[in-house]
């Protein structure tokens, strides 16, 4: 069997939102916190294909991990735009109050709204967690047998974790994902055929924070 290893990661914390659902808004992020950027570059594999989407904080954070490891070839990404995060239209730039006083309190019991549900010109979470599984079942077979750093978002690493342990997109919206948290998903698949019913996930980690990792680990 090939295994090719996932790392999950959620971008630093932004810093221009002011409170407001920001969705695919394109900001800058802290990442100031060095302990927990060194921590985190420690955990992870040194040779790996490493992977953030369009929107500058993933950037910025898969160069703040960079700065603390040396990772072996001389580290550098490619933009994958599925992984982007989830579009909230017409809803971005309000605040959480704001967005409950326009749907008259209808507050779906942890998220914004249904999985199923769009915003007014932006798209569901349903569409993200499809887009993201199409990706991810690309760079399996591009990249099968190696480890693949994916540098996202929140919702992005809910819609893969869903994949792998077949959630439902409800039960996906249920998952915590911090900044700068490491989930590890593993692909295994038999060695020449990536798309065999013999292909299985497992989990390694889920929401991991930084600081609790063991310097010693092996990666």
Not at 142 to 171: C, F, M, N, Y
Not at 191 to 196: A, G, I, W
Request: proline share 5%; hydrophobic share 40%.
């Amino acid at each position: 069997m090939s295994r090719t290893r996932w790392w999950w990661i959620r971008h630093a914390p932004v810093t221009e939102n002011n409170g407001t659902i920001y969705g695919d808004a394109d900001l800058n992020c802290d990442c100031s916190n060095l302990e927990a950027f060194t921590a985190l570059a420690h955990r992870l594999p040194e040779q790996a294909i490493w992977v953030t989407t369009p929107l500058l904080r993933t950037r910025q954070t898969a160069e703040a991990l960079f700065k603390q490891k040396a990772f072996l070839p001389e580290p550098s990404y490619y933009e994958v735009r599925e992984f982007q995060e989830q579009s909230f239209g017409e809803w971005q730039g309000m605040t959480h109050k704001e967005l409950g006083e326009k749907r008259n309190k209808a507050w779906h019991r942890f998220w914004l709204a249904p999985a199923s549900e769009a915003p007014p010109g932006g798209e569901s979470f349903l569409d993200l967690l499809l887009r993201t599984d199409k990706a991810i079942d690309r760079l399996n077979h591009d990249h099968q047998g190696q480890d693949i750093v994916v540098i996202a978002h929140g919702g992005t690493i809910r819609a893969a974790v869903a994949k792998a342990l077949d959630l439902s997109p409800e039960k996906a919206l249920g998952l915590a994902i911090d900044n700068l948290s490491l989930t590890q998903l593993d692909y295994y698949t038999a060695e020449n055929d990536p798309f065999t019913d013999q292909s299985s996930w497992g989990v390694g980690c889920l929401n991991a924070a930084p600081l609790a990792f063991n310097f010693n680990q092996t990666s």
